[in-house]
């Protein structure tokens, strides 16, 4: 009696166990939809929010500021101080690290931590990111959609400015404060080429096939764009000095953008994250550049 | 530090060659013009060469006005204030090198070794990271902020040398001023470490030198600092020749060993302060003019320091021509060209002679 009781008991957990596997295997669950997503990449987590996962980040990295509610995610440091133990102690079932980070993406292996590598590149991998990551998460048709809007939105800026003559634009993104000195360029490769180019500009470095030039005084001066436009971001300049700044620009009158009274100074953390907000910046450089069409 | 590897490197005390039984007056009159022909050469060349095609007649044509006016503003804006910084900088970071190695009787010392160097560099850090915003005289906010940083380590250096009065020895200064240096290192290290991505990577390409100065402001503004070393260097060059063979011997000599000791600091310090602000921390000039001079003119530093000051700005104008045709239209930092074509230069000269 006690030998069949006991076969029976033996019997009815091991179903019970054959059970719960099939359940499992059938319900993906954890595994597969990620609840504790740490992004170390700030375009990625305005990624997140824009396909309405923001509710999923367990952390972020010390440089997210948008969306304004990062501000209560515990922050995990960078690109190059990732704080590995405070990453690890958040309990993450994925982070998203840049591809580059090779020493955090193999003690995240070590850890059984799933990752998703980000790369940096042009344009089109903004929205193609997006896709990759909604469908990582198991929000296919949420990112598929966030992602289509974003093209929408772009194509139809690009319609906006199609078969306007295009001025031949210098896009800086950083220089000392009050001199034209370590003036470096967005060159001929990236995104921010390809929203320039979307935006009806031509690029005047993009015969240079690199992400960013230091530009010397001489090589502004050849180069004679028409257009020049300055990004400011974070708290590098505030908003009262941009009449003084674009006055450096004076000491070299023989470019036609300065003459022309085309130095165009804009501000916004948008144009140095690759994320959902490119089209804010794409309008942006739009209306800059072609302020009559609408 | 007076060691065989001292004399064989550096013939700092090498008083008995046969050449200088030639007249002082005579070499100094054929070395200033052998120099100072270089120097000249050498700044009447650069500003026509670059990575445009410029025509001195449009340069100088006073019908087309100024403001459209393209060959004359690549002369004026982007040609001759760069070489003109070049001539100071390169002048400037050699006659530190030759003081300090005098000063503290060392082969190796250059204007990097006590910290002053550290100092500016320090200071132009802060000024990109906390986006120090305030300008004086048109001179904005980091060269004012470098200057400033590298007066802050000559201060320190001061007081360390003061102190050090007390019947020690040139070492004791020299491992005070690498502590400095040190020091001055390790906070720059933390500075970098608040910066942010974009602040970072202006840190680095301020660290690597740049003479692209863009206007005549900041080169006039280091024009005080230097004229007041120019007037230091000025008093030194019988003085250290005696102070380089040993403190005791110059003050039986009748040398005042402190306030040259002083006046050496001050002024070096002051030359690689101004420097540094101006161009960022060009390596290797200080160390390896000095030598080159040294190795042709022989260790008289009535001969080497004007030698040295005309070579240096030679040699800079030389490495920044260099620095801004070989990858045209892009540009090499102009650290890395001194230190490239330096580096070999030296090594050729120094084992030939060995």
Not at chain 1, 161 to 170: E, F, H, N
Not at chain 2, 270 to 290: E, K
Request: proline share 6%.
């Amino acid at each position: 009696m006690a030998v069949i009781s006991s076969r029976l008991r033996l019997a009815a957990s091991i179903t019970v166990v054959l059970l719960a596997v099939a359940v499992l295997r059938v319900v993906p669950r954890a595994a597969d939809e990620p609840r504790r997503i740490i992004s170390l990449v700030p375009a990625t987590t305005e990624m997140l929010f824009a396909m309405g996962a923001g509710d999923r980040l367990a952390g972020v990295s010390n440089y997210d500021r948008f969306p304004p509610d990062v501000a209560r995610l515990p922050k995990v440091g960078g690109l190059l101080d990732p704080d590995v133990e405070r990453l690890l102690s958040l309990k993450p079932d994925l982070v998203i690290v840049y591809d580059t980070q090779t020493d955090l993406k193999r003690q995240l292996e070590r850890a059984r931590i799933p990752i998703f590598r980000y790369v940096h590149r042009g344009l089109p991998d903004i929205t193609a990111t997006m896709r990759a990551l909604g469908e990582r998460i198991g929000m296919k048709a949420a990112a598929g959609a966030a992602a289509a809007r974003i093209e929408q939105q772009l194509a139809s800026i690009r319609a906006r400015v199609a078969g306007r003559p295009r001025p031949k634009t210098l896009l800086i993104f950083g220089r000392d404060p009050g001199a034209l000195r370590h003036v470096d360029a967005s060159a001929g490769y990236g995104f921010l080429h390809d929203l320039l180019e979307l935006a009806g500009g031509s690029d005047a470095l993009g015969d240079l096939h690199r992400q960013s030039v230091e530009m010397s005084t001489e090589m502004i001066l050849t180069r004679a764009p028409e257009v020049i436009l300055e990004l400011h971001y974070g708290d590098s300049l505030k908003p009262e000095q941009f009449d003084s700044e674009r006055r450096v620009w004076e000491a070299l009158p023989s470019v036609p953008a300065v003459r022309n009274n085309r130095v165009f100074l804009l501000g916004g953390d948008e144009f140095v994250v690759p994320g959902p907000r490119i089209v804010l910046a794409a309008e942006q450089f739009a209306r800059v550049l072609h302020p009559d069409a609408r | 530090m007076r060691g065989p590897v001292t004399s064989r490197l550096c013939p700092l005390r090498e008083r008995t060659e046969p050449r200088a039984r030639t007249p002082v007056r005579r070499r100094l009159i054929w070395t200033i013009a052998g120099f100072g022909t270089l120097a000249v050469a050498a700044c009447l060349f650069a500003p026509l060469v670059g990575s445009t095609r410029i025509h001195l007649s449009a340069v100088f044509d006073r019908s087309i006005p100024y403001a459209d006016n393209l060959d004359a503003q690549i002369f004026f804006v982007a040609r001759l204030p760069r070489v003109l910084a070049a001539a100071l900088v390169g002048s400037a970071l050699a006659l530190s090198g030759v003081v300090f190695q005098a000063l503290l009787r060392n082969p190796l010392a250059s204007p990097d070794t006590l910290g002053v160097s550290a100092g500016a560099s320090l200071g132009a850090m802060m000024a990109i990271t906390f986006n120090f915003d305030f300008s004086l005289l048109g001179i904005t906010a980091v060269p004012l902020a470098s200057f400033a940083g590298s007066f802050g380590a000559l201060l320190i250096v001061y007081g360390l040398s003061a102190a050090r009065r007390r019947g020690t020895s040139a070492i004791v200064l020299l491992l005070g001023g690498v502590t400095v240096q040190a020091l001055l290192s390790a906070i720059i290290a933390f500075v970098q470490y608040l910066a942010d991505f974009t602040q970072t990577f202006r840190n680095v390409r301020w660290l690597m030198g740049s003479l692209d100065v863009a206007s005549y402001a900041p080169i006039g503004a280091a024009l005080v600092p230097m004229a007041m070393a120019w007037a230091g260097f000025a008093t030194l060059p019988r003085v250290l020749d005696l102070l380089s063979v040993g403190s005791e011997s110059a003050a039986a000599r009748g040398v005042n060993v402190e306030r040259t000791e002083r006046v050496a600091l001050v002024s070096a310090s002051l030359a690689t302060g101004a420097a540094v602000s101006l161009a960022g921390p060009v390596s290797f000039v200080g160390i390896i003019v000095p030598h080159l001079v040294r190795l042709i003119v022989g260790a008289d530093h009535r001969l080497v320091l004007p030698a040295s000051a005309l070579f240096g700005g030679a040699f800079l104008i030389g490495c920044d021509l260099v620095a801004r045709t070989i990858i045209a239209p892009l540009e090499l930092p102009v650290g890395i060209v001194t230190a490239i074509i330096g580096g070999p230069v030296f090594l050729w000269l120094l084992f030939r002679r060995a």
